[in-house]
């Protein structure tokens, strides 16, 4: 019992800093064309709204979305209680939001896969489907129109959960391609936003990165405090990379491989779950650990030469 709870909060600690590394180069190319006034706020009042109000607040309102009969201060203290009853209520309620999160996952994944500029972990495969960049939508609409199909057949919530996921998923990938463009500007010094108010474009980002760790901390868990407690650690992980030296991260090149890969997985692992297959609890975390140790372990040895039109030097 105590093994599988430590190994789930290193899982959970894990996949929070290894997901959110995108964040901390962000954070970290702002913070520098902030005051130091700016930058010192944000990182110490910024630490606070990461881990206890952000990462606090979601799981309590995913909760409650779930098990709405809870109510709204229910759904907390449910969060924190032993009640059997309780216990049982989100577990009847979890195919929801595990099918959700896992369409979320999996559109993430796949994103990352057919679109986003990388340096070639599986230079094979990833290199394949980059080329195939023009079937990304074809391919996550037949994805979804499968899983709706199953889900449908046991509940029609089931199938509502998948399209809430696909929707959290459009609607999140919208808001980051704005937000780069803002950051673009203010890297390249054409903003005219007040430190204040990038210090708030800071939390929103950190808000935005926030949810992909919190719907894929469910795969490892449905206890909140662990939740909290997991990605509360890797929230200070990421705000530590920020301050220390985001350049020295930038150089493991395969950091955001093994965080997309495992990210597939948590959301294979979601899906199945929703749709009643067991998996066991220690799956999740240990599959995190030796994917992300993986690609880690290749940053270390392998500094690959970068391939013209598929690759740049982006986390």
Same mark, same amino acid.
């Given at each position: 019992m105590v093994f599988s709870i430590i190994l789930t909060v290193i899982g959970l600690a894990l996949f929070e800093t290894v997901?959110?590394?995108? =964040?901390?180069?962000? =954070?970290? !190319?702002?913070?520098s064309t902030m005051g130091k006034k700016a930058r010192r706020f944000f990182l110490t009042w910024g630490i606070f709204l990461a881990v206890f109000v952000v990462r606090g607040i979601l799981p309590w309102l995913?909760? #409650?979305a779930?098990?709405?009969e809870l109510g709204f201060i229910g759904s907390f203290t449910a969060t924190f209680s032993n009640d059997p009853s309780v216990a049982h209520a989100i577990e009847t309620s979890a195919p929801v939001l595990l099918i959700g999160g896992g369409v979320f996952l999996l559109f993430l994944f796949f994103h990352w896969l057919f679109l986003e500029q990388k340096h070639f972990g599986w230079n094979g495969v990833e290199s394949f489907f980059i080329r195939q960049g023009a #079937? +990304?939508?074809a391919t996550i609409s037949v994805v979804l129109a499968?899983?709706?199909w199953y889900a449908l057949k046991q509940s029609s919530m089931l199938g509502f959960g998948a399209v809430v996921g696909s929707t959290a998923f459009f609607i999140t990938?919208? +808001?980051?391609?704005?937000? !780069?463009?803002i950051e673009h500007e203010m890297a390249g010094g054409t903003s005219k936003l007040s430190d204040l108010s990038k210090v708030l474009f800071l939390e929103v980002i950190d808000l935005s990165f926030s949810i992909d760790g919190v719907l894929g901390a469910f795969a490892f868990t449905l206890s909140v405090p662990l939740i909290l407690l997991g990605n509360g650690v890797g929230a200070v992980i990421v705000r530590q990379l920020t301050v220390a030296n985001v350049e020295r991260v930038k150089k493991y090149l395969y950091l955001k491989n093994g965080a997309m890969y495992s990210v597939a997985i948590l959301g294979l692992v979601m899906i199945a779950d929703s +749709?009643?297959?067991k998996v066991p609890q220690w799956f999740s975390p240990l599959s995190t650990v030796v994917v992300v140790g993986y690609f880690f372990r290749r940053s270390l040895v392998s500094v690959p030469p970068p391939t013209p039109g598929h690759s740049c030097p982006v986390l």
């Amino acid at each position: 019992m105590v093994f599988s709870i430590i190994l789930t909060v290193i899982g959970l600690a894990l996949f929070e800093t290894v997901s959110s590394i995108d =964040n901390a180069v962000i =954070n970290a !190319e702002v913070l520098s064309t902030m005051g130091k006034k700016a930058r010192r706020f944000f990182l110490t009042w910024g630490i606070f709204l990461a881990v206890f109000v952000v990462r606090g607040i979601l799981p309590w309102l995913i909760v #409650w979305a779930t098990v709405p009969e809870l109510g709204f201060i229910g759904s907390f203290t449910a969060t924190f209680s032993n009640d059997p009853s309780v216990a049982h209520a989100i577990e009847t309620s979890a195919p929801v939001l595990l099918i959700g999160g896992g369409v979320f996952l999996l559109f993430l994944f796949f994103h990352w896969l057919f679109l986003e500029q990388k340096h070639f972990g599986w230079n094979g495969v990833e290199s394949f489907f980059i080329r195939q960049g023009a #079937w +990304f939508y074809a391919t996550i609409s037949v994805v979804l129109a499968v899983i709706v199909w199953y889900a449908l057949k046991q509940s029609s919530m089931l199938g509502f959960g998948a399209v809430v996921g696909s929707t959290a998923f459009f609607i999140t990938h919208g +808001f980051r391609q704005h937000a !780069e463009a803002i950051e673009h500007e203010m890297a390249g010094g054409t903003s005219k936003l007040s430190d204040l108010s990038k210090v708030l474009f800071l939390e929103v980002i950190d808000l935005s990165f926030s949810i992909d760790g919190v719907l894929g901390a469910f795969a490892f868990t449905l206890s909140v405090p662990l939740i909290l407690l997991g990605n509360g650690v890797g929230a200070v992980i990421v705000r530590q990379l920020t301050v220390a030296n985001v350049e020295r991260v930038k150089k493991y090149l395969y950091l955001k491989n093994g965080a997309m890969y495992s990210v597939a997985i948590l959301g294979l692992v979601m899906i199945a779950d929703s +749709f009643g297959v067991k998996v066991p609890q220690w799956f999740s975390p240990l599959s995190t650990v030796v994917v992300v140790g993986y690609f880690f372990r290749r940053s270390l040895v392998s500094v690959p030469p970068p391939t013209p039109g598929h690759s740049c030097p982006v986390l």
